[in-house]
């Protein structure tokens, strides 16, 4: 069914009126530069055309009430204007409502209530960015409701980073939020994470797809790992600092990181530093590759990324590892890895179209052998960014 029917037929049945704005904000696969989004490294994703589709309205009272599709079991949660989420006691609604809060810190408080009606084609916890799609497209909709002036796509997205890291309690990096705000159709975006400067690239790639693969393992970024993570890159970058002033672990250049290593005593903290660094620059080089239309280069640049989340930074687990394995060992398959923040969730491969089959069963028929169950494999094409509908 048409969204705008759609959206306006439940907006009407939960609220007995109609919405006054619709609007789409996508989840998002990377390509590549995982785990370098929060050293000042480059990223490399596209926009899904799945995401969260919402409706709203404003309200005569100070009432906010939230209503999800996907959690009509929830009810409607209702709150007043200016409630804090409280990490402990987690609702779906805190995402939206973060969003708010965020919003108001930065002075962009909404004027009144507000129904808001939200619809996601998105699998939740499979790292494609459900709740980062969930956070922009609030701050889309009450942008357009309350005509905040001066408020661009891309203070939505630090605002919604913000939300994320200071309500949610995530200590996550700018990628999503930006993905999902800024992407562009047909494209992928690269992103300097330390300047915000993004360049887009057409994914031109000919006879192939983007296939992503759902392990079903729900990855919880909000467990400790994630923000360890930073924790020992921290560590790493005060080690290296002490040597000489450096203001994040991708400034280096690979040929930097192999002359200083030898400052950050810790094996542990060394591994995951190395791990940015060489990320980073296998970014960049894909970026190249990609240009050139160098689909093999770029593969290649994809599975050395898995190897090195892998083993170096340690946030892949047993499934992914089956199913990035699995894809390297099939004819027409460019590259694959996992991608996101890890610990479950989603590979991202490139197949040749004429492959596509083989992967599909191969990897079906091996994965339900050995994990016992189906994995999902959907096959994306690169969406826009989020925009009212
Ligand atoms: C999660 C975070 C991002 C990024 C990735 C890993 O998706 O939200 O900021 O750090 O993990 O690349």
Known sequence: MDAIVFLNEQFEHIFGRLPEKMGFAPGRVNLIGEHTDYHGGHVFPCALTLGTWGAAARRQDKLVQFYSVNRSDAGIVVRRLGFVPDPRRRSWADYPLSMMCSLAEHGFPCESG????????????????????????????????????????????????????????????????????????????????????????PLRLEDADIIVTNSGVKHSLASSAYNRRRQECEAALRALSEQSPLSA?????????????????????????????YENQRTLDAFSALEEGDLRAFGA???????????????????????????????????SRMTGGGFGGCTVSI???????????????VFREKVGRDPLFYVVGPGAGAHLI
């Open 301 to 335: 640049l994809m599975n050395a990324s898995h190897r090195s989340l892998r083993d170096d930074y340690e946030v892949s687990c047993p499934e992914l590892d089956l199913l990035t394995q699995l894809a390297w060992e099939i004819e027409g398959v460019y590259g």
């Open 249 to 277: 672990l991708c400034a280096l250049t690979p040929e930097e990181w192999e002359m200083r290593k030898d400052a950050v005593t810790d094996p542990v903290c060394q591994k995951r530093a190395r791990h940015a660094v």
């Open 114 to 201: 507000v129904d808001l009606l939200l619809y996601g084609d998105l699998p939740v916890g499979a790292g494609l960015s459900s709740s980062a799609s969930v956070e922009v497209l609030t701050g889309v909709l009450l942008r357009a409701l309350f005509g905040f002036d001066g408020l661009s796509d891309e203070d939505l997205a630090k605002y919604a980073q913000y939300a994320e890291n200071r309500f949610i309690g995530v200590n996550c990096g700018i990628m999503d939020q930006f993905s999902s705000a800024l992407c562009k159709r047909n494209h992928a975006m690269l992103l300097d994470t330390l300047t915000l400067q993004r360049q887009y690239a």
């Open 351 to 365: 197949v040749r179209r004429d492959a596509r089959k083989s992967f599909t069963e191969t990897i079906g028929k």
